[in-house]
């Protein structure tokens, strides 16, 4: 089985501007390319769980958010790593465009995202750990077993997942 260091998006890899989606607009965290290579290089996946409920608000779509991880991956293949995955939950309960209004199991605090990547990459989350800024992604680990800890974005990223891992 494998192992991963779950990460969150906005606020833990990269500043938390509201509704983030041009990649001109993205400013990593401090340590957080480092943690990244640093988790792979350790033989953990590295993937990310995001709410990006800014499509289900109508604010950007789907494609916009494939192209921001596309951009993040092409920034990071530049150190020589990269994220294995991107998980992300386009929905919210309100939301005025049909498609996107569920209450689904993906949105975190639930762990549908987690479970998911755990399914497809066969990982064992006993083994496995999440950072993010909110209580909500901590929660999203702990539902589905795994361990974590909140990061604040005002710290750098490779001091917490290094203390870790
Ligand atoms: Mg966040
Ligand atoms: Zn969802």
């Known amino acids: 089985m494998n192992k991963a260091v779950f990460l969150d998006?906005?606020?833990?890899?990269?500043?938390?501007?509201a509704y983030l989606y041009k990649?001109?607009?993205?400013?990593?965290?401090?340590?957080?390319?480092?943690?990244?290579?640093?988790?792979r290089d350790k033989g953990y996946l590295v993937i990310i769980v995001t709410n990006q409920s800014g499509v289900a608000r109508g604010?950007?779509?789907?494609?916009?958010?494939?192209?921001?991880?596309?951009?993040?991956?092409?920034?990071?293949?530049?150190?020589?790593?990269?994220?294995d995955a991107f998980y992300y939950c386009p929905h919210h309960p309100k939301?005025?465009?049909?498609k996107y209004k569920a209450e689904c199991n993906c949105r975190k605090p639930k762990s549908g995202m987690i479970l998911q990547a755990a399914k497809d990459f066969d990982i064992d989350?006993?083994?496995?750990?999440?950072?993010?800024?909110?209580?909500?992604?901590?929660?999203?680990?702990?539902g589905a077993g795994v361990k974590g800890e909140i990061f604040d974005p005002k710290g750098?990223?490779?001091?917490?997942?290094?203390?870790?891992i």
């Open 9 to 17: 998006r906005d606020g833990t890899i990269n500043e938390d501007m």
């Open 23 to 39: 990649p001109e607009d993205f400013r990593w965290i401090a340590g957080a390319k480092e943690a990244i290579k640093y988790a």
């Open 59 to 83: 604010y950007f779509t789907e494609d916009d958010v494939k192209a921001l991880h596309n951009f993040i991956n092409d920034e990071l293949q530049k150190i020589n790593t990269k994220i």
């Open 95 to 98: 939301s005025n465009i049909p």
């Open 125 to 142: 989350l006993s083994a496995s750990f999440i950072f993010g800024d909110k209580e909500r992604d901590i929660l999203a680990g702990y």
């Open 156 to 164: 750098n990223l490779f001091a917490l997942v290094s203390k870790y």
